[in-house]
């Protein structure tokens, strides 16, 4: 197990009595300190004291000595909580299953079906399916927070949902999409990637896409389509 923010250790210590080996990560150092008095006896933990963000996966496994398969668990802040999920996915040794706990609306967003996907949605679910398991009222923390909060539950994928060649180069076409959401989804490629309109509207029907339609309502898969097209027009 990888617990990403450890904080005063009330998770970490359940996952120590049911996993071979925890990892806890935590960049507060004065929580760092509470932890290892804390777990001192514990055999089958291992604190690491930096931002999860500066450290590959696979060298936190390293660290440990320990290694793949692994599962990652934590309650993620709203400001990290994409990037820390990309951290890991996008890894060369990526978890088997992420178990995590957003703001009630950040994991609604991850879960999102065409029709409301935005960019998290996507990033996300190129490499895994998610599952919303339960909401968590801000009655449960210390302070309580002003929002609600959910878990959930995210199985990696063997590959990538569907094949790019070029991840970046992926997201710099989705991220132009999304640049204008309200706009029609060729207003918003053709202004953010600077290419006429007329050439955009044409890779977007060789790729099986309404161009009237906004960003939110594409698949994955007819992402995919038109990254394909629109490389194929810009050629």
Same mark, same amino acid.
Not at 66 to 73: G, H, K, L, T, W
């Given at each position: 197990?990888?617990?990403?923010?450890?904080?005063?250790?009330?998770?970490?210590?359940?996952?120590?009595?049911?996993?071979?080996?925890?990892?806890?990560?935590?960049?507060?150092?004065?929580?760092?300190?509470?932890?290892?008095?804390?777990?001192?006896?514990?055999?089958?933990?291992?604190?690491?004291?930096?931002?999860?963000?500066?450290?590959?996966?696979?060298?936190?496994?390293?660290?440990?000595?320990?290694?793949?398969?692994?599962?990652?668990?934590?309650?993620?802040?709203?400001?990290?909580?994409?990037?820390?999920? *990309?951290?890991? @996915?996008?890894? =060369?040794?990526?978890?088997?299953?992420? !178990?995590?706990?957003?703001?009630? +609306?950040? $994991?609604?967003?991850?879960?999102?079906?065409?029709?409301?996907?935005?960019?998290?949605?996507?990033?996300?679910?190129?490499?895994?399916?998610?599952?919303?398991?339960?909401?968590?009222?801000?009655?449960?923390?210390?302070?309580?927070?002003?929002?609600?909060?959910?878990?959930?539950?995210?199985?990696?994928?063997?590959?990538?949902?569907?094949?790019?060649?070029?991840?970046?180069?992926?997201?710099?076409?989705?991220?132009?999409?999304?640049?204008?959401? *309200?706009?029609? @989804?060729?207003? =918003?490629?053709?202004?953010?990637?600077? !290419?006429?309109?007329?050439?955009? +509207?044409? $890779?977007?029907?060789?790729?099986?896409?309404?161009?009237?339609?906004?960003?939110?309502?594409?698949?994955?898969?007819?992402?995919?389509?038109?990254?394909?097209?629109?490389?194929?027009?810009?050629?």
């Amino acid at each position: 197990m990888v617990e990403v923010g450890a904080g005063l250790g009330v998770l970490t210590a359940q996952l120590a009595k049911r996993a071979g080996k925890v990892i806890a990560v935590e960049v507060d150092e004065a929580l760092c300190e509470h932890l290892r008095h804390r777990f001192e006896d514990a055999p089958n933990l291992s604190l690491v004291c930096a931002d999860v963000l500066s450290i590959a996966p696979e060298e936190l496994l390293r660290h440990a000595g320990a290694r793949s398969p692994y599962v990652v668990a934590g309650n993620l802040p709203y400001n990290i909580a994409a990037a820390v999920l *990309r951290h890991f @996915l996008e890894a =060369s040794s990526p978890p088997k299953r992420m !178990l995590v706990m957003f703001q009630k +609306e950040v $994991a609604e967003s991850i879960v999102a079906s065409p029709g409301r996907m935005g960019l998290l949605a996507l990033a996300t679910q190129l490499y895994a399916v998610p599952r919303l398991l339960f909401t968590v009222p801000p009655s449960a923390f210390r302070p309580p927070p002003k929002v609600e909060s959910a878990v959930v539950h995210l199985d990696v994928r063997d590959e990538p949902a569907t094949a790019v060649d070029d991840v970046d180069a992926f997201f710099r076409i989705v991220r132009a999409g999304f640049s204008t959401p *309200r706009k029609q @989804l060729r207003n =918003s490629l053709s202004h953010a990637l600077g !290419l006429d309109a007329t050439a955009v +509207e044409a $890779a977007m029907r060789r790729a099986g896409v309404d161009p009237t339609l906004r960003a939110q309502a594409l698949s994955l898969e007819q992402w995919a389509a038109l990254y394909e097209s629109l490389r194929r027009e810009t050629a």
